[in-house]
């Protein structure tokens, strides 16, 4: 039986004796805390990464997922792309979905493969079937622009349609611009705004500022301006200097009792994206 080895054990993890000293001394032992803290991740995750390659040689389609992840990212090992390949593929192989997807993604980009985009709509083809919501989108985007894949877009519609309804908020963002434009669908702008204020709610920041313009043109939705303000604060909080430019003007014009309720319903809005996340 392995023993357990506790942080003390560990050379680089010594803790120092706490003591009262000078704000110099005490500001010192901080950073030897710090750096403990450090050391003892980086010892975790050393760790973790030999036992997830002892699964992953066994045949172990999740924890070869996983170390193709941590090569992947470098996480616990030094990144190498070439090997995270190795490791998603072998998983890939075995049905697993998120290695499919991710494949998928390095085929698309040549990240330790040579570039293949038809590859990549293979293998997120393989994953959307079984049900994956990033990899329908990213199939449905496929469809949409022809890259890799016969362009199609009622198909993309399909894809988006389905990566959506299970909560991808850049899906939503397609199948909204999908209804704007008409294609592959019956061109329906209330349908349109419906999933693009979806795709705010599910955490895309991006379009914020666009759920806030139709709600104060009203051309799409009944005009609202609380609710519009409500929206450019949050557009505005996150850096969009267009939407603080918007802000600024419509709070001048409503008034601060009106600014005041449309903050409160940024507050609300914003604790509804945050469950959605």
């Known amino acids: 039986m392995r023993r357990h080895v506790s942080n003390r ?73 070439t090997e995270a390949y190795t490791w998603f593929h072998k998983a890939a192989e075995q049905g697993n979905a998120l290695a499919q997807h991710y494949l998928g993604r390095m085929y698309y980009t040549g990240g330790g493969v040579t570039m293949d985009h038809g590859e990549a709509v293979k293998w997120w083809r393989k994953a959307a079937e079984q049900g994956y919501p990033d990899a329908q989108w990213q199939l449905g985007s496929s469809y949409a622009s022809g890259d890799g894949v016969a362009k199609d877009q009622q198909e993309a519609v399909r894809w988006f349609r389905k990566a959506a309804e299970q909560g991808n908020a850049e899906a939503m963002d397609s199948l909204a611009g999908a209804y704007e434009s008409g294609e592959g669908v019956t061109k329906d702008w209330t349908e349109s705004f419906k999933w693009l204020r979806m795709a705010a709610e599910h955490g895309l ?22 609710e519009a303000l409500a929206w450019y604060n949050l557009a505005a909080a996150s850096g969009n200097e267009l939407a603080i430019k918007f802000r600024n003007r419509l709070e001048h014009r409503l008034g601060r009792q009106t600014t005041l309720i449309a903050q409160r319903r940024s507050k609300e809005i914003l604790a509804k994206i945050e469950s959605n996340q």
């Open 9 to 81: 054990d560990r050379p680089c993890c010594r803790l120092p004796d706490a003591f009262l000293g000078t704000p110099v001394q005490q500001a010192a032992v901080l950073t030897m805390l710090l750096a403990t803290l450090v050391c003892v991740d980086i010892s975790v995750a050393a760790e973790n990464f030999a036992e997830t390659r002892a699964r992953a040689e066994r045949g172990d389609a999740a924890a070869q997922f996983n170390l193709g992840s941590m090569y992947y990212r470098g996480q616990g090992v030094a990144e190498n792309l």
């Open 205 to 226: 920041i991006r379009i914020r500022f666009a759920v806030a313009l139709a709600y104060e043109d009203g051309e799409v939705v009944p005009k609202d301006e609380i």
